[in-house]
């Protein structure tokens, strides 16, 4: 058996955007996994909103690293899915889906199916489909890591409008630090796998509302990237190591 977490104790508080970052294999989607209530952990338990997790999270929405549209739904279909599922009526779940539709930048391409859309624009579906049941909690587990980096800044930034004053608390999964601090209020680190553990929590006290086009320039930027990436980067050569 392989042991992919040990001895982790980790809160988020509530309404924060908190990422977790860690080098590649140590547990970051294991633990988001647990988070979402879709793992049972071997030992210990979560609690949500100060209730135990009994099997999946309903507070929390789950934003994976792969894409996870149907390919045989439009882009109405695939943002309205919650919502069906939810049991809501046809009309209510086709109002909310345009309105996101059009949040998320795609008017016009409700009719669309996911392999006529680019990489970004597919994450804007996944992204409007998990926000439009609005949860109180969003997971995300890298999920702009296969997109190009301007494409991606692009939608880092959407991301924060998103959840500016939604009062959500988001966990935020990525194996790229820089991304974590531009978008956090607080980073934590995993050590190296296996028995991996959160090792660090910093605050990011860099002012809102961010422009991710020019914080990596900002001395407090670079200067929490130095600290941050002291630790991780240790982690990263034991990942070399141990592969
Ligand atoms: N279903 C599974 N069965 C056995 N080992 C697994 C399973 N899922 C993940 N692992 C192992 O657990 C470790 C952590 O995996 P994962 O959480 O996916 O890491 P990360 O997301 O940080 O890259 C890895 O070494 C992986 O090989
Ligand atoms: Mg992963």
């Known amino acids: 058996?392989?042991?992919?977490?040990?001895?982790?104790?980790?809160?988020?508080?509530?309404?924060?955007?908190?990422?977790?970052?860690?080098?590649?294999?140590?547990g970051k989607s294991t633990l988001l996994h647990i988070a979402a209530g879709l793992l049972q952990p071997t030992r210990g338990s979560v609690f949500v909103f100060g209730q135990r997790l009994d099997g999946v999270n309903h507070r929390a929405s789950y934003m994976f690293q792969q894409d996870a549209l149907l390919p045989w739904k439009n882009v109405r279909e695939n943002v309205a899915l919650g919502l069906?599922?939810?049991?809501?009526s046809a009309a209510e779940s086709n109002q909310l889906a345009a309105e996101w539709i059009?949040?998320?930048?795609?008017?016009?391409?409700g009719d669309s199916y996911p392999a006529q859309l680019s990489g970004g624009m597919r994450k804007r579906v996944a992204m409007a489909q998990s926000w439009i049941v609005d949860p109180d909690i969003v997971l995300m587990d890298e999920p702009f890591a296969a997109l190009d980096v301007h494409t991606r800044l692009r939608m880092e930034n959407e991301i924060l409008d998103l959840w500016a004053g939604s009062g959500k608390t988001v966990l935020f999964i990525t194996h790229d630090l820089e991304e974590a601090i531009?978008?956090?209020?607080?980073?934590?680190?995993?050590?190296?796998?296996?028995?991996?553990?959160i090792i660090a929590r910093h605050k990011v006290d860099?002012?809102?509302?961010?422009?991710?086009?020019?914080?990596?320039?900002?001395?407090r930027f670079q200067e929490l990237y130095k600290t941050i990436w002291s630790g991780l980067r240790q982690e990263v050569l034991r990942s070399y190591e141990r592969d």
């Open 1 to 26: 058996m392989h042991t992919a977490l040990e001895g982790v104790s980790f809160d988020a508080c509530a309404g924060t955007f908190l990422s977790v970052v860690g080098p590649s294999g140590c």
């Open 102 to 109: 059009r949040r998320v930048g795609l008017d016009g391409f």
């Open 182 to 197: 531009g978008l956090s209020d607080e980073v934590a680190v995993l050590s190296v796998g296996p028995g991996s553990r």
């Open 206 to 219: 860099l002012a809102r509302p961010r422009n991710l086009l020019d914080i990596r320039t900002e001395s």
């Open 84 to 88: 069906t599922f939810r049991g809501r």
